[in-house]
């Protein structure tokens, strides 16, 4: 018999990270020298924990480390840092898991009651994600932290659009909302596991008053809702919307949906949550009694200071019973903000900015994909659906952004949008407008949790 719960620790876990109003009682408030030592105590565990995993031995011995070389908080970046490019050559090389995680080839997955899940494979092959008990319920314990302080309430209903499979967001969200709140949850998962149409029916007949999951999609149901004579806000009673906002228009959003409140949050696969919007809507309140977080330059590996964008570097404080994450770099760009006037007394980060990896360079100027949707809200002649194509022409890269307008405008839509973009954007890019909906073949936005947004041909 498996022995997750118990090693789970339920009391244990909300002792140590506590939500709702016991987390603003505590945690939220200590003092920035409380938090450093809270800390320094979890950062040292992972550690010890990291130097008997081969991964970070081979890692960290390569930059001429040894056990005991890390003794404080302040020698953090002395850890070289990873990425997602470092876990698929272990893979590679130790198939079919790796051996980034604390699990040997001889080692029963049962008896260590490892929680087994992949990414999306939104930038390549899928990779292997190991939780253990420990991990995996204070990541869960996290994100309902997150919905508790955006305001769920015990009588919501949420409805989710997070997909399951091997991916692990469906998992996890349902996890959290079920083990550490009592609000209804409704796991309708992506388009391709219940259609649109159903979706937005289920809305209606359960009565959701809480949204969840990517934003694409949900600005998706938005108008399968209208076109299906519903009313967002009236006949679908729908007050609050928690998903990944990043730099999407939040009044655009909450308008499709009747006025519903909007709310941001930002994790990754190997980390779960980080940070969560909270009621002052002031920035992305960083769980760091949870992580640690750093800016790094793309270039440099430099940590940036406060407030200039970098891809962002994420060591989990937690996560020592399997899988530990010790100076991750996601290749998420955002900017580290310094604690605000609200109630809770952690740094802030901007939100999602845009993909390090996926960041496209026009003539000097840095155009990150992601990034054109939220220009695209702006405008009532196009849907809001786009997809970036790349190529190389010539000497020099060309990016040609395939816009859907809401109805057959021609070429004079085209010229005015590529005016559009040029002045928000700093460079020129083309311009392909073609009608509702012909973009959802490419960008899977119905069937995928994070669609497509740029297809590089070079």
């Not at 029963?108 to 292997?128: D, E, I, N, W």
Request: negative net charge; aromatic residues 8%.
């Amino acid at each position: 018999m498996s022995d997750y719960f118990r090693r789970a620790d339920v009391n244990a876990l909300l002792s140590a990270y506590p939500i709702g109003d016991a987390f603003l009682r505590t945690t939220a408030r200590l003092s920035r020298d409380e938090l450093h030592a809270l800390q320094e105590t979890r950062f040292l565990t992972v550690v010890r924990r990291g130097w008997e995993i081969p991964f970070y031995q081979r890692l960290w011995s390569g930059v001429g480390l040894e056990p005991g070389d890390i003794t404080r908080l302040d020698d953090l970046e002395k850890l070289p840092p990873f990425s997602k490019t470092e876990l698929m050559q272990s893979v590679e090389d130790h198939p079919p898991f790796g051996d980034y995680h604390g699990l040997s080839a001889e080692a029963s997955l049962g008896r260590r009651g490892a929680v087994f899940h992949t990414t999306s494979g939104t930038t390549g092959t899928p990779q292997p994600l190991f939780f253990g008990p420990w991990d995996r319920e204070v990541q869960n314990v996290l994100l309902a932290r997150a919905y508790l302080l955006q305001g769920l309430r015990d009588t919501d209903v949420v409805h989710s659009i997070y997909g399951f499979g091997m991916v692990n967001g469906g998992h996890y969200v349902r996890e959290a909302v079920l083990h550490f709140t009592n609000a209804l949850y409704l796991p309708a998962g992506t388009g391709l596991e219940t259609p649109s149409v159903n979706q937005v029916d289920l809305m209606r007949r359960y009565g959701a008053t809480v949204l969840v999951g990517f934003i694409d999609y949900l600005k998706r149901l938005a108008e399968v809702a209208a076109e299906q004579g519903l009313i967002p806000g009236e006949d679908i009673p729908v007050r609050m919307i928690s998903g990944h906002i990043g730099q999407e228009s939040r009044e655009a959003l909450s308008a499709m949906w009747g006025g519903a409140s909007i709310y941001d949050w930002y994790g990754v696969g190997d980390t779960g949550t980080i940070a969560a919007e909270g009621p002052d809507h002031d920035g992305l309140y960083i769980w760091e009694d949870a992580h640690l977080v750093e800016a790094l330059d793309p270039d440099t590996g430099a940590p940036q200071p406060e407030g200039v964008s970098g891809s962002l570097c994420v060591t989990v404080l937690f996560k020592h019973d399997i899988y530990p994450v010790i100076r991750f770099n996601t290749n998420d760009v955002t900017r580290i903000l310094p604690v605000g006037a609200g109630e809770v007394r952690f740094r802030r980060m901007a939100g999602f900015e845009g993909r390090a990896d996926a960041m496209v360079k026009l003539r000097g100027i840095n155009v990150y994909p992601t990034a054109i949707g939220t220009l695209l809200d702006e405008r009532e002649d196009t849907t809001g659906e786009y997809i970036c194509q790349v190529a190389r022409v010539g000497t020099r890269d060309e990016m040609t952004v395939v816009v859907e307008a809401r109805a057959a405008q021609g070429e004079n839509l085209e010229k005015d949008l590529r005016t559009f973009l040029r002045g928000r954007l700093g460079v020129e890019v083309g311009v392909s407008v073609v009608g509702p909906g012909e973009t959802a073949p490419l960008t899977q936005v119905e069937t995928r949790q994070k669609p497509i947004r740029l297809i590089d041909h070079r």
